[in-house]
């Protein structure tokens, strides 16, 4: 894999570009600020907030942004036959949510490639641009997913996924980001992935105390307590009720 160039830019007054892919080189860019107007292979799209383009070798794609509209973007030049097997089917223009993930990832890959070449760092570039075209693959797996679920609640689902082993994670917590109230938001979480929030929750937790059995020495009462469990005592009781053994049990076996 190879990255061309990868960046971010603001336009706020008249601007056009044009471009056609060489060789085997991809393009991809995301709108994250305002909107702008695309051309790609003469057929036009107006791009809004979460607009994913994926332009391919050979296609040719001009920008337009009109003078006094906003438009942000971050975009990515890159080559290899591994973006090729992923991408070479993906559809043009999709709308994807506009993750902390993807975009700290593409940061990154900006900030490595400002870096003086003698202090870049290969070996992490390629990390950085493959988790983030994982990152993009996923978010377009879902939209074609014939499960469908409100952008809230895959909001929802990332906050528990990223929160839900520290102490004091609160259903509250969820509501308020959500600017839902805490019934509704219970309401639509079971709704959309037929889980409450607490039993989501403990999934994430249990999934990070048998990743720490496996694979570290930690006491189970550490363990019980490190991912947010709160007592061991309520931990094993969590985990007899899932697996019909206890916690030392089942580290005896694995």
């Known amino acids: ?10 336009h706020d007054s008249l ?4 471009h056609r892919s060489r060789f085997a080189s991809y393009l991809f860019r995301l709108q994250t600020e305002g909107r702008s107007r695309v051309k790609v292979n003469d057929k036009r799209h107006v791009v809004e907030k979460g607009d994913l383009l994926i332009i391919k ?3 040719t794609y001009e920008l337009y942004v009109e003078d006094g509209q906003q438009s942000g973007d971050f975009h990515l030049y890159c080559e290899g036959e591994w973006i090729d097997d992923r991408f070479h089917l993906a559809p043009t223009l999709t709308n994807i949510p506009l993750e902390d ?7 990154h890959l900006i900030i490595e490639g400002r870096r003086p070449q003698k202090e870049r760092n290969s070996e992490l570039t390629k990390y950085l641009l493959s988790a983030l075209c994982v990152s993009l693959e996923r978010s ?6 014939t499960i469908y679920r409100p952008y809230v609640v895959t909001k929802m689902m990332r906050y528990i996924e990223e929160n839900a082993t520290k102490q004091g994670f609160q259903v509250q917590d969820i509501a308020n980001l959500s600017n839902l109230s805490v019934s509704r938001c219970v ?6 992935v037929n889980m409450t929030i607490i039993e989501y929750a403990q999934t994430i937790r249990i999934s990070a ?23 061991y005592s309520y931990f094993h009781r969590v985990f007899k009720n899932k697996f019909g053994i206890s916690p ?6 694995v």
């Open 1 to 10: 894999m190879r990255i061309d160039f990868c960046g971010y830019s603001y």
């Open 15 to 18: 601007f056009h570009t044009s």
């Open 57 to 59: 070798p050979g296609e």
């Open 101 to 107: 993930t993807v975009l700290d990832l593409w940061h």
């Open 140 to 145: 377009l797996d879902k939209k074609t997913s």
């Open 187 to 192: 309401h639509i979480f079971k709704e959309h």
């Open 209 to 231: 105390a048998i990743n720490q059995m496996k694979y570290t020495t930690m006491t189970l009462e550490n363990i019980s307590h490190n991912c947010g469990f709160g007592s």
């Open 248 to 253: 030392s049990s089942y580290r005896k076996k």
